[in-house]
T-cell receptor, first 111, second 112 residues
């Protein structure tokens, strides 16, 4: 059973600080990793994807992947109240069409 | 506006009713998906269609019946549902399966 684990939170971070969201996965053969943001009452929205070990930066967002440790994280710099949402980690293997989601981490940015 | 449109946005049905959820994507993608989202549970993949062919049925009960007439349209036919089927049903598309998912706004289903 492939699993994706996230701390459900809520994670409270002061405005302007760095928010760090973490995710671990069980399938060592996983190849692609995604972060989705879901505002309350809305559908998930893709914000980052990463395929290779290391860091990938896009504006205030940085995705970090460590395949040896089966660990992927999302850093949000200069956190804003508008970043308050649930962040879903999703993992795709290389053998099938399935994208497995974690339960999500609820992030609350304190003004 | 994500380019993936779902109707209806809200649906209330009895256990003996038959209803359908509709999804349409305007992104030119070749793969479409149905996901179920329940409180405190991860998104659950239900069905995958790639180039109109069903490539995944994730052990979904037969009371849920998908239909994909073309790469732009996807339906989920519902009949004799149970109260535990109440959830948010999300349609998504991607350029190909598997791939980056673009979600619709979802259909909130309540089964009485």
């Amino acid at each position: 059973q492939k699993e994706v684990e996230q701390n459900s939170g809520p994670l409270s971070v002061p405005e302007g600080a760095i928010a760090s969201l973490n995710c671990t996965y069980s399938d060592r053969g996983s190849q692609s990793f995604f972060w989705y943001r879901q505002y309350s009452g809305k559908s998930p929205e893709l914000i980052m994807f990463i395929y290779s070990n290391g860091d990938k930066e896009d504006g205030r967002f940085t995705a970090q992947l460590n395949k040896a440790s089966q660990y992927v994280s999302l850093l949000i710099r200069d956190s804003q109240p508008s970043d308050s949402a649930t962040y879903l980690c999703a993992v795709m293997g290389n053998r099938d069409d399935k994208i497995i989601f974690g339960k999500g981490t609820r992030l609350h940015i304190l003004p | 506006e994500t380019g993936v449109t779902q109707t209806p946005r809200h649906l209330v049905m009895g256990m003996t009713n038959k209803k359908s959820l509709k999804c349409e994507q305007h992104l030119g993608h070749n793969a479409m998906y149905w996901y179920k989202q329940s409180a405190k549970k991860p998104l659950e993949l239900m069905f995958v269609y790639n180039f109109k062919e069903q490539t995944e049925n994730n052990s979904v009960p037969s009371r849920f019946s998908p239909e994909c007439p073309n790469s732009s349209h996807l339906f989920l036919h519902l009949h004799t549902l149970q109260p535990e089927d109440s959830a948010l049903y999300l349609c998504a598309s991607s350029p190909q399966a598997p791939g980056e998912l673009f979600f619709g706004e979802g259909s909130r289903l309540t089964v009485l």
